[in-house]
């Protein structure tokens, strides 16, 4: 009797650990009955169905603390599919929130249940018969059968999600599918009183509605009806469909009721068309036909119809790599695996990088370049992937050119990039990856300006002066890739320090890898507009120009910007730099000229007019001066000049400028000056070849240091 009384004690301790065990192990969300049928259709469209049913296995805190405002347990079921070949998830219903119930749509990829309060405890909390359908339109998946993981889960109204929550091995066969383009060859529009207007664009929507059920809201695609101009849109071989013209659509569903514009076949508008009310119809499409007539008693549309079989595209291994570097420059790298397979002669096809910043709004992304894989990119972007060839793809956007195109990404991070996989230039879409990710663009400082350049002595076209070799470098991307439009501003360095920008400005390009620009932006400065990634600006200034000699090194500032018309320029180099003198200074003089006591012989045979030269270059001119004036004091002109050049003093006369004639000249070797001197000019000693009948007498004063 004791044996027995010990072996129930065991039962009964075994029993009860394993019966706590089993309930505490029980899921708190219990997926049962499921059937799932890949072959399903709904009002004409093919795709997957499920029905489930679900029991919440909550404590009655649990359950409580999960009620929404209302007092009620909403619970959001969702399927996703996983490819078990590529272990990718190429479909998540919560993508598609908007396709539910509610939105009276043929789609339901998400379904709401109030999960209520059962009438006694033996019947529990569940949901029974809930639906999910799927249809194949909407399924990144190739045709043909695919091994598939298909997994449901579930979002509370509060509280966290209940991600994959159930799990089943299924296999999918998707039907062929094939890009449907309709292109408008003819729009009439008839009034009220029978008179008939031909149109270029009927500026309202023109929508593809799948299945048959007009009650239905939702759409494939929509666009403007537009002469000559194809609309496109994917199409699952079976599918019924429905072409609708209505007046407004929003996420796919009919927003509102705002007339658009009618144009004429000269593209204005028509404003005279009195029953605009009636451009509003919807017909069944047969995808079969090669012409399309849409009538209605106000409008019709003659369209022709095409057809491409959609390529077979596979794009894996997606990812975006904020952080990256290519030839010396920082960006950010996308990269992709693809596998294209088509008949010859079909339309090329396009991957489109996509991203999206927090705030919701979407953009194409531009300003890439393919650094490896055989693809190629168009002026919007596209990726062109060759077909039949297997292979990677990585495209590199270097930081100065994503904010070239894209501006207001510094303000807005990208924060998840898509692929969207289509044929060029159409909108069907074929296959779509996506992935969450950042990305932070810095200030670009790729740019580099030596911090101290040099002025020193040269000869340029026989003129003695000095010159400044700004030398300049960036990586060769830049130049690759934006040829005319790398732009160097020498300014000021500061309100206070104005004589390196000032003296800058003043001097002579004088190398050919540089071109002088117009730049709005530097107006105190000067601007350069270069060609070559690595060179230099060389600018030249005679002595005679110099207005005054530095022995501190003089600052000035500089920035490097990337420019495009109609976009904030882009800045990828600043900084701060200074010019360091290195002139023979013993060999400068600063010379101050005048000439005074001008008299003449004959006063009434024309003006006159000075001229002050160096060996190579006039230095100042007057205008016509009356020569029946005694003049005792013109002018003095001040400047520096090299001891190797020389002083010409010049006197022309004549009726205007223009015919002027020598009639006194005195020059001398600048060595050959003296400290300061007065010299009174003998007319009979004039050079050679020189006019002085009418000469008198001239005082020429000069002082050097």
Known sequence: MRYINLFLLVFLFIHTAFGQGATATKPKLDIYKITVNDKAQKE???????????????????????????????????????????????????????????????????????????????????????????????????????????????????????????????????????????????????????????????????????????????????????????????????????????????????????VRALRAAGGQVITNFDNKTALEGEWTLDPKQKTLTLKNEALQIVADISRTKVPAVRITDFAVNPHATHEGVAGAMLTFAYNAQAAPNTPAVAAVPVYTTATGSANFLNGGLVVSGKAEIDSAGAVILPYNTPGKVSVFYPSFNLLLHHPEI??????????????????????????????????????????????????????????????????????????????????????????????????????????????????????????????????????????????????????????????????????????????????????????????LKKADTGDIMWRISSADRVLYQSAMIPANKNIDNLYTHTYYIHEDDKVIVEMLKGKSAADAKVAMKWEKPVKELTGSEVLELDPGKLPNNTDDGDTKTVTIMYSIQ
Not at 468 to 475: A, E, G, R, T
Not at 492 to 510: H, P, Q, V, Y
């Open 410 to 599: 510094r303000q807005e991070n990208p924060s998840e990039f898509a692929l969207q996989v289509k044929l060029h230039n159409s909108e069907g879409l074929i296959t779509q990856k996506q992935i969450k990710q950042n990305l932070p663009v810095s200030v670009v400082q790729d740019a580099k300006i030596a911090a101290v350049v040099k002025a020193v002595d040269t000869v340029y076209n026989n003129s003695r002066g000095l010159v400044v070799h700004i030398p300049y470098q960036l990586p060769k991307l830049y130049t690759d890739m934006l040829p005319n439009s790398l732009i160097i501003q020498l300014a000021e360095a500061s309100a206070k320090e104005t004589r390196g920008a000032d003296l800058l400005k003043n001097m002579t390009l004088i190398n050919k890898n540089v071109e002088k620009a117009a730049d709005a932006g530097n107006k105190k400065g000067v601007s350069f507009q270069i060609s070559k990634p690595v060179s230099s600006i060389d600018l030249f200034m005679p002595y005679t120009d110099l207005n005054r000699q530095e022995k501190a090194p003089v600052a000035f500032a500089v920035k490097t910007l990337v420019v495009k018309e109609g976009t904030p320029p882009v800045e990828v180099g600043t900084s701060n730099s200074a010019i360091r003198f290195e002139l023979d200074n013993k060999k400068l003089r600063f010379v101050t000229l005048g000439i005074s006591n001008i008299r």
């Open 44 to 258: 004409g469209i093919q795709g997957i169905s499920l029905f489930f049913s679900c029991e919440y296995n909550f404590s009655a805190a649990e359950y409580t603390g999960m009620k929404n405002g209302e007092g009620k347990n909403l619970f959001t079921f969702y399927a996703s599919l996983v490819n078990k070949g590529t272990n990718e998830t190429f479909y998540n219903g919560l993508n598609y929130k908007q396709y539910n119930k509610a939105s009276n749509t043929v789609a339901m990829h998400v379904s709401e249940e109030h999960a209520y309060d059962p009438q006694n405890k033996a019947q529990g909390r569940r949901n029974t018969g809930i639906e999910l359908f799927i249809p194949y339109y909407h399924l990144d998946l190739p045709e043909g059968t695919t091994p598939i993981k298909l997994y449901i889960g579930a979002i509370p109204g509060k509280g966290n999600p209940f991600d994959r929550v159930y799990n089943q091995d299924i296999t999918l066969t998707k039907p062929a599918a094939s890009f449907i383009s309709i292109t408008p060859k003819q729009i009439t529009i008839t009034d009220k009183a029978g008179k008939k207007y031909e149109a270029q664009s009927l500026e309202q929507d023109f929508a593809v509605a799948p299945g048959s059920n007009k009650a239905k809201k939702d759409i494939n695609a929509s666009g403007n009806v537009v002469l000559n101009t194809p609309f496109s849109f994917l199409y699952v071989e079976g599918d019924a469909l429905r072409l609708k013209v209505q007046k407004s659509t929003s996420k796919g569903l009919v927003a509102t009721k705002k």
